[in-house]
């Protein structure tokens, strides 16, 4: 798995670790068990702070994708730590959130209901492909 | 013994001058003296041109470098004037092609910046890559591998002990080119254990380089991470084991031949050329392995096809294009910019504690050289 960040971005880099190890868990690229790479070792990779690198650890963490195994460092956690039914409750509330916002903000561009359903499934289909 | 000498010290000359002459070809597409560009810019016209120049410049100041260190030779006697004089020349030779090409690479430097603003190529961010979870990349060979250091030093620290009472009482200690004998010391436990002594220091010294590797920030590119991720993959993993393994030769070799010469079983003579033998393969060996992979592994694949997306620029953070210098970066090693190897972060206050190490841990040899009379 290739993870890359870019300081000049919007997103805060430790955001970005963040979404792209949850990517990787969600499409299938991590599984559990798979081993990160320590802080030292990532944050040198990337040329990043190391406090930086643990505030992206410790948000995976929080929400169940990583564990830490003492000497062997940080693992992609079991689905049940991150699947579960508090998990998905928040993530459910917060993407309510960002898509009320996505159809507000369509909306004051002047594009209609059918549009904004047109692009949420495009992304759908990017994630979960149609069988 | 001459003979193999000259050629050690003139080729050495011809040999390092070389491989700094082709350095343009062996490094990533994505820089041209130590310049981040596009990799599309590497087939420039202009930046050709410059190689070109630069790879002739070179080569004459190599020429004169060798002529210079040839004639130093002609100084090679017992009087201590010539001795003086064959160094003095001798670090001439070496300076003219470093101190030569070090300049023409910052005179080209200077052009490709030009070039650069005058074409608008600029980073779109400042985007860096790490590769996680691919257990099959090659990667440097493991730090275990150097416990073989420790069979090796007891080994021949059993031999001085097992052949103590044959040690002469005055140690041979120096020869010069003809392989006469030039130094004694006498024979003190400290004297006769000078091999293990040395086995130990150098040791100590390809366990450190073996380890900085290994340490180092790898170079991979985001705009082919998983192709550059495998070509240094492999360039550190050479690299690792060409250490490990004429580390391994050149200490064991050392401290043995010079064992066996302090009782006599072999002359000093014939150590001596066994050892410069071993020092003529081991440039060769090195110089053959940057020329076959390149740095960061450029010459692993043939070249790729370039783009004219430029994703990071860190320009700023390497000083005269070879001292990196970058306080937010927590890599401690990294990369060369221009060279093949690895250079420190000197940012990093580890980087000079451990040139103040290896100055300390030469510093201690040079007291038990003197300690021991």
Redesign the interface.
């Known amino acids: 798995m290739v993870l890359t960040v870019d300081p000049m971005s919007d997103v805060p880099i430790y955001q970005q670790i963040f979404r792209q190890v949850a990517e990787a868990v969600a499409i299938g690229e991590l599984s559990p068990g798979d081993p990160l790479p320590s802080v030292r070792a990532l944050g040198e990779q990337l040329g990043v702070n190391l406090h930086t690198v643990n505030k992206a650890y410790a948000l995976l963490r929080d929400e169940g994708y990583v564990v830490m195994r003492g000497r062997a460092g940080a693992r992609i956690a079991d689905p049940s730590s991150y699947q579960s039914q508090a998990h998905r409750d928040a993530s459910c509330a917060h993407a309510a959130e960002q898509l009320d916002a996505v159809a507000r903000e369509l909306a004051s561009r002047g594009l209609d209901r059918a549009a904004f359903l047109g692009l949420a499934e495009q992304a759908a289909d990017a994630v979960w492909p149609s069988r | 013994m001459q003979i193999l000498m000259f050629v050690l010290l003139v080729g050495c000359v011809a040999l390092c001058g070389g491989l700094i002459a082709a350095t343009p070809w062996l490094m990533p597409a994505n820089q041209a003296f130590a310049v981040t560009v596009p990799s599309s810019a590497h087939d420039d016209p202009s930046i050709r041109q410059w190689r070109r120049s630069y790879l002739w410049a070179s080569v004459a100041l190599t020429g004169i470098g060798t002529l210079i260190a040839a004639w130093s030779f002609d100084f090679v006697t017992g009087a201590d004037e010539n001795a003086v004089a064959f160094l003095w020349l001798y670090c001439l030779a070496v300076a003219v092609p470093l101190a030569g090409s070090f300049a023409l690479m910052l005179h080209y430097r200077r052009r490709v910046q030009a070039l650069k603003a005058e074409k608008g190529w600029r980073a779109t961010?400042?985007?860096?890559?790490?590769?996680?979870?691919?257990p099959d990349l090659p990667r440097p060979v493991s730090m275990w591998w150097n416990l073989l250091y420790v069979p090796l030093i007891l080994a021949t620290a059993a031999l001085v002990v097992c052949n103590y009472d044959k040690i002469a009482d005055q140690i041979p200690m120096n020869v010069d080119f003809d392989g006469t004998v030039t130094s004694y010391v006498a024979k003190t436990p400290l004297s006769a254990g000078f091999p293990v002594i040395m086995e130990v220091f150098f040791a100590v010294i390809f366990t450190f380089c073996l380890w900085t590797i290994r340490r180092s920030?790898?170079a991979?590119d985001?705009n082919k991470?998983?192709t550059s991720?495998y070509a240094y993959g492999l360039f550190a993993h050479a690299q690792s084991a060409y250490l490990l393994v004429m580390g391994l030769v050149l200490t064991g070799t050392c401290g043995i031949l010079m064992a066996l010469s302090s009782f006599g079983a072999i002359t000093m003579a014939s150590a001596a050329i066994i050892i410069t033998l071993l020092a003529i393969l081991a440039c060769v060996g090195a110089v053959v392995l940057s020329v076959v992979y390149g740095q960061n592994g450029a010459r692993v694949f043939e070249r790729l096809q370039g783009t004219d997306a430029m994703?990071a620029d860190?320009d700023e953070h390497w000083i005269l294009g070879v001292f990196y210098v970058?306080r937010?970066?927590?890599?401690?090693f990294v990369p060369k910019r221009f060279g093949v190897g690895w250079s420190c972060n000197w940012a990093r206050p580890l980087s000079w504690v451990f040139v103040a190490g290896l100055v300390l841990l030469c510093v201690v040899l040079l007291w038990l050289c003197l300690a021991m009379g």
């Open positions: 961010g400042q985007v860096s890559a790490a590769v996680i979870d691919e920030r790898k991979i985001p991470p998983q991720a994703p860190d970058n937010e970066d927590p890599a401690v």
